[in-house]
């Protein structure tokens, strides 16, 4: 029975694109589950934390972890908190393969300094150091939960979703 992809991993890493690029070529549906999240709210991420917390966007991103996970086979691009919470990793199991795209801080800070701003979490004085705290914090957890991890430095979108499809994960 084929069952969900699921991308983990830190803001940068490339769930997103590879998401979409990956169920592109292998026929699946894909959903983002910030995008879902402000979909269902009708404002940014950013928004939501600054506005309501990051109690009130843990909680929106529990349904959206639900309703990505339930109905249709698909690829599912995370937010990089997610699975911090033990209940998304349950649910997202129960049907799905989960990815860890892993990136070094370098590489992710490289692909992080365009969109700051766009990163709540990463509104800070020195940003890179930063990106270092929660990248040791969650770590643990990525690899911990991951079915399979996929090291994404040094490779393009491209090549990270033929090193999905190349290892039959699905």
């Known amino acids: 029975m084929a069952k969900n992809i699921v991308l983990i991993g830190f803001m940068g890493s490339g769930k997103s ?9 292998i026929g699946y ?3 983002d589950t910030d995008q879902m999240i402000e ?9 939501i934390f600054d506005g ?4 009130v ?23 990089g908190g997610a699975v911090l919470d ?4 349950k649910m997202l199991k129960q049907n799905g393969v989960l990815i860890y795209l892993k990136a070094s801080q370098k ?13 709540p979490l990463l509104r800070a004085e020195n ?8 990248l040791e914090e969650r770590v643990k957890t990525y690899e911990s939960v991951a079915d399979d991890i996929i090291d994404t430095d040094g490779l393009s979108p491209a090549r990270v979703v033929d090193e999905i499809v190349a290892r039959k994960i699905g």
Do not use: D
């Open 29 to 31: 549906g894909y959903v």
């Open 86 to 89: 033990p209940e998304n990793v």
């Open 57 to 79: 966007f843990r909680a929106l991103e529990r349904q959206a972890v639900e309703k990505a996970s339930s109905g249709k086979v698909r690829v599912i691009a995370c937010g």
């Open 127 to 134: 940003a890179e150091e930063r990106v270092k705290e929660l």
């Open 52 to 55: 309501e917390g990051e109690a």
């Open 107 to 119: 590489s992710l800070m490289e692909r992080l300094e365009r969109g700051l701003a766009r990163r």
């Open 39 to 47: 979909a269902k709210v009708g404002k940014k991420v950013a928004e």
């Open 17 to 25: 694109t590879v998401g979409r690029r990956l169920a592109r070529r």
